[in-house]
């Protein structure tokens, strides 16, 4: 009898084992918020990485699809630009998106066998995006009404919502000081549809210029990642522009004459002494032979 329950026990320990490594509790979960970047370890990794594959799945039954093969980028990868690998073989990928979350599996090949076991890391982004009856940005102005929108993007191999319930993450929205939003508070309506969204509506004020409304996510209290929409309404342009007068000023400059000057003006007056002289002689001569020459007649 003993020895039979020695048995079911070795068989529930061997079981509970079992069942343990096929829900991943060795996996990693790692929670980012959308625009950063990100490093996803690579737990199996041998002594380079030209043996190292990353293997992405949105899914659990969704299209697998591979990013590094032999510790080298997939080019056919719509992630491709915003991907590159670690000297650790770690996953490094820039400027997160919302359509970023997922399964990523590290894995090792050796002559084309797998080598161990995967190394599964699961991304969980935030992301955070407003709506108002305004078109675009800048027509947002005080008295409009805008909804901000905090949304989980998970799948850890079964729904967000079933997921975040149990593992007891919570979202929430806190003010620019860190205090917790509540739907006490007559100046918000704060909703959430599931566990994995929770939306925040207000109409703006002129004092909410620049102000921060932040979404965060927590496991058991412990902060995972945040959040921030900020209120960047344009400065309005002043409607008048100072003109500045520009005064145009005629007037007549007299510029005294100089000694240079004077000395000029007395060279030129010898000068033309100088040879209308000898001609003045010269005509007198002639008109006094042509006096002497009548007389004579």
């Not at 990100?38 to 380079?48: E, G, P």
């Amino acid at each position: 009898m003993a020895d039979k329950c020695h048995l079911c026990l070795l068989g529930l320990i061997f079981l509970s084992s079992l069942l343990t490594g096929l829900s991943g509790v060795d996996d990693v979960h790692v929670f980012i918020s959308s625009g950063e970047n990100v490093r996803l370890s690579c737990n199996n990794a041998l002594h380079d990485c030209k043996s190292t594959a990353w293997i992405y799945n949105r899914f659990s039954h969704s299209e697998t699809v591979e990013l590094i093969a032999g510790g080298i980028k997939k080019t056919d990868t719509e992630s491709y630009e915003r991907l590159s690998l670690g000297s650790d073989c770690s996953l490094n990928i820039k400027n997160i998106i919302k359509e970023d979350y997922g399964s990523y599996t590290c894995r090792q090949y050796v002559n084309d066998q797998q080598q161990g076991t995967d190394a599964r890391v699961y991304l969980h982004v935030l992301h955070v995006s407003s709506s108002s009856s305004s078109s675009s940005q800048t027509e947002i102005s005080a008295g409009l009404s805008v909804t901000l929108f905090c949304q989980l993007y998970s799948s850890a191999g079964v729904s967000c919502d079933e997921w975040i319930r149990s593992k007891g993450i919570d979202l929430f929205w806190v003010n620019q000081a860190g205090v917790k939003l509540t739907r006490s508070d007559s100046r918000y309506q704060i909703s959430a549809p599931d566990h994995c969204i929770i939306t925040l509506n207000t109409t703006l004020l002129n004092e909410d210029l620049n102000r921060e409304w932040r979404c965060e996510v927590t496991h058991r209290d412990q902060l995972k990642t945040s959040a921030t929409y900020t209120d960047k309404r344009p400065a309005r342009a002043d409607s008048t522009t100072a003109e500045t007068p520009v005064h145009s000023t005629n007037s007549t400059t007299t510029t005294p004459a100089t000694s240079g000057s004077l000395f000029r003006m007395i060279v030129i007056i010898v000068e033309f002494a100088v040879f209308a002289a000898p001609t003045v002689i010269f005509l007198q001569i002639i008109c006094d032979r042509r006096a002497e020459n009548k007389e004579k007649l």
